[in-house]
């Protein structure tokens, strides 16, 4: 029986971080040149990723004391449970286990969670949904007019599209030629109309993704997405006037994913033509799952196989490692450190990868939809902050967007920086290696950030003494350095599955349900009752609150 969340702060380790935080001056300047092992002792690997902590703002005492605050919040034990198939996600009574996705086939010992051979069900869909992949990569799958697919648009919103669009574009040099991937998700009527309008109906695939398929946005798309695949048959003499000629047209051109089936067929896709997964993966931890069936049609499910492997090494090490070298445990925990002690409200994510530009965006999802809490797992409110804002650009567009505030401004935002020694192009610019240059800029900022430049530094370079001080850099600003050598599709899933320990230990620490999405529910049921006050429901409209309802009136006075 749990016993309930540990509040955090009552623990020894919290007051004695306390205590250690307002004792301790940031100094990365000093606290290197003081010891010259620093950086060697506070980086460490997990599978192909290289991790640098050593400049964050702590030292060895603050890693104890982190580790010890892990230790009394029940951190591993809690790891333990989720891996085991244990209900942790408890407002929603699942267990939380996306990490099942990816155990290789024949794991031991098998894992049975509530009577439910996980294994077996997993490697049954991974091969159902593999193999429809290979069948469209292959062109073994046709369109109705029998001619080759080359387009995919996935259907889905939040978890059914971020981990893919995501995934698909960091593996765009994996992607086989003469197929490409589209996404739509807004159900803003642009998204479909746009993603759409230069498609040929009959080499295109529509794949419909949600878990619940409930979702407002991903029915509305699919809906849009099947009259325009009727009307561009039609008008290409492709399909006959008929039912019978429109289900079989549906039948070749939509697939779906989903956990619930019966509403696929509802719907009118072939459940022949309908992947699952199951309850305890949640939206935001699926790519992994059918809901990466995009990727795997656009990468091949050799490919696919080796992201899972990623995933499955990542799992491993957070798994197995002891804690004093475990990754996702010691940036959890940092995280949490800035977070409760450091007054960090945000954190970036500045992956040094064009090919990762999806990233800081998918991670909003991950980190925020699961952490983003005020109440814990058993109902009562948080002690503690929780969930900062993750946001990010690639570098080096960020350098010359916002990446001032990070230097110089009044807010801590801690940083992950992300690289890879091998770029995707090595293009040359004349002698030049761009990619050399591009990660030039990477070293160049962490060591800006950490070490700054002094007054006396920019004295010396004959600066006018009145414009010194906007030329400080006070230094002492955290990153984390993530390196890896390529973005493969296993590196990749190692990034994945750290980012995803990571967002469970800060959850842990906090005692709160990081796998339900309460919060998000509330618009969503607002959004059904107000829509008859757009369409002339004028009970409707003035059940609104007076705002509300001014701002439709607004809307429906100027609405053509
Ligand atoms: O936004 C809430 C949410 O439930 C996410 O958690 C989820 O990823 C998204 O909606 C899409 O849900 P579904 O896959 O069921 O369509």
Redesign the pocket.
Known sequence: MDAGPVDPTTTSAWAALAAHRAGTTPDLRGWFAADPQRAQRLTFDAADLHVDLSKNLVTDETVRLLLQLAEETGVLARRDAMFAGEHINVTEDRAVLHTALRRPAGAQPPLVVDGQDVDADVQRELEKFLGFAEQVRSGAWTGVTGKRITTVVNI???????GPVMAYEALQPYVQQGLRCRFVSNIDPTDVASTTADLDPETTLFIV???????L??LTNARLARTWLWERLAAAGALADDDEARRGAVAKHFVAV?TALEKVEAFGIDPANAFGFWDWV???Y?VDSA?GTSLAVAIGAERFREFLAGFHAVDEHFRTAEPERNVPLLMGLLNVYYVDHCDAHTHAVLPYSQLLHRFPAYLQ?LTM?SNGKSVRYDGSPVTTGTGEVFWGEPGTNGQHAFYQLIHQGTRLVPADFLAFANPAHPLRDGDTDVHALFLANFFAQTKALAFGKTAEEVRAEGTAEEVVPARVFSGDRPTTSIVAPDLTPSVLGQLIALYEHVTFVQGAVWGIDSFD?WG?ELG?KLAVEIAPALTGDTAALEAQDPSTAALIRYYLERRR
């Open positions: 889905g919103i939040g978890g059914s599209d971020l993704a949600s878990k619940t398929f409930g979702t946005e991903t989903s949640g939206g935001r699926s809901i999802q939809e999405q998000v969503k």
